[in-house]
Structure formats: C-alpha cells, structure tokens
C-alpha cells in the first residue's frame, strides 16, 4: 500500500514571527494526526526560511520541501538556487513544474524534466506538478495536456526516473487558489490516467507512485478526495498557511490511510 503525503506549499507568504507560529501550531497537533493513522507531512516555505524551518522540524518527522530549484548545478545564474544548496540546508524535495511557474514565468515542460533531472541528481525527491486550464479542460484535452508535460519528464529520463520515490500531483489550474475543487469523481479520473500513462512504461513503478491532488483542497472537502483510489494525498496552497486546516486535511489522509 502507498503511503499518503500531504504537503504544504506556502508560495510567496510568510516571515520569521507568523512562520514559527505556524509550525509550532502544526507540531502541537502533530499527536492527534499521527494517531489518526500514517501520514507523511512536508512543507514547502520561501527560500530565505528554509533553513530556520529546518531547525524548528530537526526531530519531528516532518520533511521539508523547496518550491522550486534551478536546473543549472552551480554557476554565473544570479538569483537561481542549486539543487545541491537546498539539500545542504536540509531540504528532501523539491517542487518543479507548477503551475504558477509554468505560466508566470514561462517554463516550458523541457525546463521543467530539466529541473526534476536536477533534483535527483542532488538526491532531492522531485514533485512533479501537471494539470489543465480551464479552456484546456473545456476543450476535452486534460488528458493530453497531463500526458505532454508528464511525457516530458518521461522522454528525457525514462520511467526510471520514477522509481526512486518521485512524487506527482496534479494540480488542475482552474482550481488552484479559485476556491473551486475538482470533484473526487474529477480528480480521480485524471489520478487513474497519470498512473496508466505510468504503468504503461512500468506496472510496477506505475503501482508504487504517490499521486497527489492540488486545487484549493481544505479540511472540510478533503476526505472525499483522499479516499479516492488513485490519490495518495495533497499538496496544499492557502490552506496550508494555517496550521488547523493543514492539520484536518492531515487527518483525513491519515483516516483514509488506515
């Protein structure tokens, strides 16, 4: 059985104060998910406070995550963070691909495979992020947009790539930060295509990925989606900056873990 993982991105939010507030609400909860069930949490904060987040999770089970990486290894990239930084001031994931950055600041699905190369090579477990626009989905074409910007990964690597303990998550962008949530139903449907589109190349490996939901997932909704079959967790926006929700939709993938 998959375990479950639900990790909280943070985007742009955040300072010294309101992030050791939430972390300390987070770890006084801790006891009370654990007992729900297993769980992995991970937490994703801006780059200038990976390092104090680190020292504040040293001990607690709690993995922590970069939101991005850049996909040169060292070099004259004013502003870029290497891959093996973030896995010097304790980082075990990073974020590639989502979709703010993807639209925001135009990468392309070859940077994105070449950042998610960049995170293995520094031993950081890649979380691959694809999903649709509105229009796209409108358009009938989820699956072959999933399938480009997953078969970009696929293309440069090979299905090994996956094996290691890659995580994806799929985000459909009309439901990130909106208020509006696929429906389990939705969610699970393009969930069961990425991992067919996975054991295609292996069944093994397409068995063992950790697929995760994004699009505005909170603690009243999560449940119905966590018991999904094809969804092993969520990687969480707004509701991940306050330590309550992050907690209820932590306990609800502990509950459907069990």
């Known amino acids: 059985m998959r375990d479950?993982?639900?990790?909280?991105?943070?985007k742009m939010n955040g300072g010294t104060a309101a992030n050791a507030a939430l972390l300390q609400g987070i770890l006084n909860g801790l006891p009370e998910v654990s007992a729900a069930g297993a769980v992995e949490l991970l937490v994703c904060p801006p780059f200038p406070f990976l390092e104090a987040t680190a020292e504040k999770l040293a001990g607690t089970g709690i993995a922590l995550g970069a939101q991005n990486l850049s996909e040169h290894a060292s070099g004259a990239y004013t502003g870029e963070v290497a891959a093996s930084m973030l896995r010097d001031v304790g980082c075990e994931y990073a974020i590639v691909g989502h979709s703010e950055r993807r639209a925001l600041f135009g990468?392309?699905?070859?940077?994105?495979?070449?950042k998610f190369e960049a995170a293995l090579a520094a031993r950081l477990v890649p979380l691959l992020c694809v999903g649709e626009?509105?229009?796209?989905?409108?358009?009938?074409?989820t699956e072959a947009v999933v399938?480009?910007?997953?078969?970009?990964?696929?293309?440069?690597?090979?299905?090994e790539a996956f094996a290691g303990g890659a995580v994806i998550a799929y985000?459909?962008?009309?439901?990130?930060?909106?208020?509006?949530t696929a429906t389990p139903g939705q969610a699970q449907d393009v969930h069961r295509h990425i991992r067919r589109l996975l054991a295609e190349e292996d069944a093994a490996v397409?068995?063992?990925?950790?697929?995760?939901?994004?699009?505005?997932v909170k603690g009243d909704n999560a449940a119905?989606?966590?018991?999904?079959?094809?969804?092993?967790?969520?990687?969480?926006?707004?509701?991940?900056?306050?330590?309550?929700?992050?907690?209820?939709?932590?306990a609800a993938a502990a509950m459907a873990r069990s």
């Not at 479950?4 to 943070?10: D, H, I, P, Q």
């Open 171 to 180: 985000e459909p962008v009309w439901a990130i930060g909106t208020g509006h």
């Open 147 to 159: 399938g480009e910007q997953l078969g970009a990964v696929l293309e440069r690597l090979g299905i």
């Open 224 to 250: 119905g989606l966590m018991a999904m079959p094809d969804i092993d967790g969520g990687l969480i926006g707004g509701a991940s900056l306050k330590a309550d929700e992050f907690l209820a939709i932590a």
């Open 133 to 141: 626009t509105l229009e796209e989905r409108a358009a009938g074409r």
């Open 4 to 10: 479950y993982l639900v990790a909280g991105n943070w």
């Open 206 to 216: 397409g068995e063992e990925v950790q697929l995760l939901y994004g699009g505005s």
């Open 107 to 114: 990468e392309t699905s070859a940077t994105v495979a070449a």
